[in-house]
């Protein structure tokens, strides 16, 4: 945006009595974490050799991370790093994956990727906004406070967006183009040689620099804080205003005003989260002797209590962005014995980030099948079905004999 003024410095926002609105449901979350540092230069400047092997996590460990934690990890993992949770940018430029790719594969959506990430000696999580798919570098770090602050008036901007332009004639005096009056919130001086893309009604969404957020966390510049603000702008031929969110006057994200909104439920969400009370500490000790594939299975980092558990490696790997854990657990195991055929109905549950699923085995059959539970309820149905077929043909059963197979 070129045309709003620089907020009043001397007037700190009071953050931490900002409300928020109820978070909402919905939110998009993935499991997967990030490799990379945030912040890694402060990390690496407080950590002194005698506590460079801090006991991780022992003490709190948040309810919201899914790091996993062990005692090698290297200094940039020694954080907790909570789920993902992604949103599609509609008006911002798809993101470019390479010209050898083929033009199909070239192109993919932006996406904004918010998760929460707390060093393990600091008290407090920090709400980090990440552009970059790599998850390498945060396009802005929020307090908490910060995030309610933003998450308010995001909800205000996209009221602000979708409220109609004024019917009405334009004010006497007003360049050629502008044939309706302005919203009563424009303080856009509009020209006659405005370009067509700078014919947009726009004005403070708050008076006295309240709509700006001073982001304690990140370097200032020049001795000025880095700052986010919130700024609807809106075109005088479109129906809708868009939703900026402006970094520092550098750079900025543009949102529809519904984008504006499910930006504000994730960060109220991601706030509510990163107030909940610790989960369970020590992730890093093996699960009680299990195995997979001779390797020892550790709790899950996402506390499943279905999930058996996962492998250090499966832990590390997950923590690269885009990599997720494969969450499973037996559920239960059905012997069967027909004529000479011993074998087992095992019954799993599984799930990615996606809803979990059950998985049906046959063991000693062909492969198996996975069921939602629409597909568990059909087949509950068709197996009451075929027993009644059966009990059908055998009228010399006892009457108790059925009903002790029906319990079951
Ligand atoms: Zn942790
Ligand atoms: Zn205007
Ligand atoms: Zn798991």
Redesign the pocket.
Known sequence: MASHPLPDLSAPPDAETASHPAAGDGAETTDGSGLAPVRASVEDDSVDAAESHPAQGEDAEPAWCVQGHFEEDPLVDRRHVGAEVMMRLSLAEAVDRGTDLPPAQRWEPAYLTLRLVQPLRDVLPTLCVYRDPELAEAWATCRVPEAGMLADLLVLAAARAEEPIPAGDAAPGAPFW?QTA??DW?T?R?QPDDCYENR???GDLLPDGEGVIDLLLEPAVKGHPEQLEVVVAHH?RSTVGAVHLVRSERTELQLTPAEARTLARHLSQLILTAAAADGAAGQKRPNGGETRNGEPLFPCPHRHHWCQGHSKSEIIEARRPGNHLAHSGPVGSIPFATGNTLGTIDISISGRPEPPTAYLQVVNGDGGATLDPTAIDHTIAALQRAKALILEQMPWLPTADREGSTAR
């Open positions: 502008l302005c919203p424009c856009t509009h947009v009604h726009q005088y």
